[in-house]
């Protein structure tokens, strides 16, 4: 089981509200990931970082920020949340090394009202 | 640049059948695959992988995936569906270039009693 945490696992709340989705892993994988999902569509990456202090933005525009202090942490926040802002959002992490694959969180449900 | 097709939305069977799930490749040089799974309200977890190795990939769950080169496939098969395999599946490619997977749009896999 892969040791990646996302913290809530369900969030409601109203707009204009600031939140942080947190995202933490214990493997010491330098890349970390976080990706997007509408109910019952494919996956769309927002954010990522090769390390600490590295953080580029995704294939997919997005309104919300990342940061990375630490190894272990990659919190992705949102200023001013929005209804169209609700989604599934799905934190991930690898080694980078050829062959490796990414370990995926159980994800934070995002409703926005 | 890399893509996955993955040809089928849905898929349907009886508890007990066979699975095919079908998936093709586009790739510039020899790629890493991988096979995804997402029951509802879940991350993605890792059934099997494809890392240049062995052609014929055995993962969990009774799930195994063939390379073939020559028709830039990598089918998900198992030989006999349970109630608990009904979930989304997803093909995946990754990018060894830039550390990013590239998700196919996924196959729902409905399996009837």
């Known amino acids: 089981e892969a040791d990646i945490y996302q913290t809530p696992r369900y969030l409601v709340i109203g707009t204009g509200k600031k939140i942080t989705l947190e995202c933490s892993q214990t493997?010491?994988?330098?890349?970390m990931y976080w990706y997007q999902q509408d109910p019952g569509m494919e996956l769309h990456l927002i954010h990522y970082?090769?390390?600490?202090?590295?953080?580029e933005k995704g294939d997919l525009s997005s309104e919300s920020t990342v940061s990375r202090i630490r190894t272990e942490h990659f919190p992705l926040t949102l200023e001013s949340a929005r209804p169209s802002h609700t989604s599934q959002y799905l934190c991930?992490?690898?080694?980078?090394?050829?062959?490796?694959?990414?370990?995926f969180g159980p994800g934070t449900r995002l409703t926005v009202l | 640049a890399q893509s996955v097709t993955q040809l089928d939305s849905h898929v349907s069977v009886s508890e007990g059948t066979p699975v095919l799930l079908r998936c093709n490749y586009s790739?510039?040089?020899?790629?890493?695959l991988f096979w995804y799974v997402q029951h509802p309200n879940k991350g993605l977890q890792l059934l099997l992988k494809y890392t240049s190795a062995a052609t014929l990939v055995k993962g969990i769950n009774g799930f195994e995936a063939e390379f073939k080169k020559s028709e830039t496939s990598f089918h998900l098969t198992k030989p006999s569906a349970h109630m608990s395999d009904a979930a989304e599946y997803f093909c995946?490619?990754?990018?060894?270039?830039?550390?990013?997977?590239?998700f196919g749009s996924g196959t729902r896999l409905l399996v009837r009693p």
């Open positions: 493997m010491g994988h330098d890349k």
């Open positions: 991930a992490s690898t080694s980078g090394k050829v062959g490796h694959e990414q370990f």
């Open positions: 790739s510039s040089y020899s790629p890493s």
């Open positions: 970082s090769y390390g600490v202090n590295s953080t």
């Open positions: 995946v490619v990754s990018d060894w270039s830039s550390y990013k997977l590239i």
